[in-house]
């Protein structure tokens, strides 16, 4: 695939890349050598200009897309509302984009984009997302960028997140205050922005209270019967935990199945807190403590600071980086009951 972009094509020539699609478009404002070096590089790079994308700029589509790895999250929900409100305001259009959790597809979706279809892209990264050269294209292309949520720390693109590893250190510190001496990570995977945020949270809290040598990492994924299965082995192990952190609430909803299906109560044989937008939360049983990203107001921060570079509006410092704050709501999977003693489940 050809890569040669207009603003690589001008970086070369040393030139804006305004003054590169003049020449080529033989305008009279350029002069006959400028046209002559920017012509017969592009040839010798093979640059081929695309009419599609150059139309739809130009007439601009007033769409933009938002790119998410699912739906059934209820975070990535209350962002879109967020968003949508910031669009509507604009008199935009928004288009959502699913990946499923699929780099591949990811890929694609981007590509696609690229082609001039919206004027700016939203995007949380999958978890199967382990380069980010179609992200970097899209950058190349001049196609206004903005990342929220998960994020890709070395690509200097505006972000939007909320404050991870200082919600999972409040999290875990909650747990070890209820009594937990032994607490489990769910985590997603490593590659992840927010997995590293949330794992590093819970790590300085371990060390902190001196359960640096208890920690236990596991990675779960998109596929529920995976999950449930690695949830079980540790529930049934000889060093059976007595708290659990989900890193999302699928995981936390997996747990609480497992222990149903173990006879292990909620919270006197095990406490359970979770990363969660759900407002059901507090109708499971018992109800669920949860950590609360502040997801819709990270939709409109991200849309608006979005519709700030389609404008080529200079962004502040503190516009290239929000993190806004979330908050812990403690319910009864964590209250400090006395401990019931639970069943003996691990195989002697």
Do not use: W
Request: aromatic share 6%.
């Amino acid at each position: 695939m050809n890569n040669i972009t207009l603003k690589k094509l001008a970086d070369e020539l040393n030139m804006s890349p305004s003054t590169v699609s003049r020449a080529l478009r033989d305008s009279h404002e350029i002069s006959q050598e400028t046209k002559d070096r920017v012509k017969a590089l592009a040839d010798k790079l093979d640059f081929q200009p695309n009419p599609h994308a150059s139309s739809l700029r130009k007439n601009k589509s007033r769409t933009i897309a938002v790119v998410i790895p699912e739906i059934q999250n209820n975070f990535f929900s209350q962002v879109m509302n967020g968003v949508e409100e910031v669009a509507r305001q604009k008199g935009y259009h928004v288009l959502i984009y699913l990946t499923h959790e699929d780099h591949k597809r990811e890929e694609d979706i981007l590509h696609l984009l690229r082609s001039g279809r919206v004027e700016g892209v939203m995007i949380s990264v999958s978890n199967t997302t382990k380069n980010f050269e179609h992200i970097e294209a899209c950058q190349k292309a001049d196609l206004p960028l903005l990342f929220f949520d998960r994020v890709c720390e070395n690509m200097e693109v505006p972000c939007v997140t909320t404050d991870d590893a200082s919600a999972a250190f409040k999290a875990t510190e909650h747990l070890i205050k209820s009594g937990c001496k032994n607490i489990v990570f769910l985590s997603m995977a490593d590659s992840l922005s927010i997995s590293c945020g949330r794992k590093t949270g819970y790590l300085k809290a371990l060390s902190k209270y001196g359960f640096a040598n208890k920690e236990k990492v596991i990675e779960c994924g998109p596929d529920d019967e995976t999950n449930r299965r690695k949830i079980q082995q540790v529930l049934q192990s000889e060093d059976r935990p007595d708290g659990i952190f989900a890193a999302v609430e699928k995981f936390a909803v997996n747990t609480y199945e497992v222990c149903r299906e173990l006879d292990i109560k909620v919270p006197q044989h095990l406490k359970v807190i979770s990363f969660s937008n759900l407002s059901a939360a507090a109708l499971f049983n018992p109800p669920l403590s949860t950590i609360v990203q502040p997801a819709y107001d990270i939709g409109k921060e991200s849309a608006a600071i979005l519709f700030k570079i389609i404008d080529k509006k200079k962004l502040l410092s503190s516009e290239k980086r929000i993190v806004i704050p979330s908050h812990l709501v403690i319910r009864e999977s964590t209250t400090s009951k006395q401990y019931a003693k639970p069943p003996v489940l691990f195989k002697q």
